[in-house]
């Protein structure tokens, strides 16, 4: 403190260091999940995300698969809508589902015709899902136009995995109280000590030591043969 008094002459005093508490990588999302078990035991269905893939397969097959395993991590249920032709298609097919979170995948050429009509569309309806763009638009001025037409976020490589999810829980109502839940962990048995293995040269392999006169490598594949070499040959004649 400031108020403290000097210590005395000849005392060295070191800085008080707060003790670094070690936590796991895998902890952020392991409470996620957690949380969507919850939600799965009070409601009896994980949180839904719909994928609305736009375009022919390799127009939107990445993102589709990129946004499965992005909403995999925290407890939700993708459910992929593949090949849909057209904006007007893409939102009857995600209302539908009825899933609270509506993922636009397809790729960065199409994204500025498709994505405003689509996110107003699903804004308008009564639903009003959350609406979420698979990758980063190039531009921060194409980012605005896609929030400005109901875009409420982006997911992409470069983006918070373990926060996005939590605001996504957040706003669909899988507060943390939810994650109190607890499951029993068995404890492990007291494991058997490990057998020893034998391991056993394989049939036809020579003794150790020097293997026997005439039988040398192959090299046909068979582990040992038996072949008269030229010396020998030239030897009897």
């Known amino acids: 403190a ?17 003790r670094l508490m070690p936590r796991r990588r895998a902890e952020a999302f392991e409470g996620l999940r957690r949380r969507a078990e919850a ?12 994928l609305a893939g736009l375009g022919p397969r390799k127009q939107h097959a990445a993102r589709v698969d990129f946004s499965q395993a992005f909403f995999a ?10 090949g849909l032709e057209t904006p007007e ?27 405003p009509p689509l996110a107003r569309a699903l804004k308008a309806s009564s639903r009003r899902p959350l609406v979420v763009v698979a990758g980063l638009p190039a531009t921060p ?22 926060k996005l999810l939590a605001t996504f829980q957040a706003t669909l109502g899988l507060t ?24 056993r040269p394989p049939i036809g392999w020579p003794p150790p030591g020097r293997p026997r006169a005439g039988r040398t490598p192959s090299a046909t594949g068979r582990p040992w043969s038996r072949f008269r070499s030229s010396r020998s040959t030239a030897r009897m004649t």
């Open 176 to 199: 943390a109280s939810a994650a109190s839940l607890t499951f029993p962990i068995t404890p492990r048995s007291p494991s058997k000590p490990p057998r020893r293995r034998v391991v």
């Open 141 to 162: 001025e194409l980012q605005e136009l896609f929030k400005a037409a109901g875009v409420d976020e982006f997911i992409h490589l470069r983006a918070n995995c373990a």
């Open 73 to 82: 991590a925290g407890g939700f249920e993708p459910q992929a809508g593949r």
């Open 89 to 115: 298609a893409a939102v009857r097919a995600a209302l539908d589902s009825g899933a609270p979170i509506v993922v636009i995948c397809s790729s960065d050429d199409t994204y500025p015709v498709l994505v």
């Open 2 to 18: 400031a108020d403290a008094p000097p210590p005395p002459a000849g005392v060295v005093t070191t800085p008080a260091v707060r």
């Open 39 to 50: 939600f799965l035991v009070r409601t009896g269905a994980r949180p839904k995300v719909y």
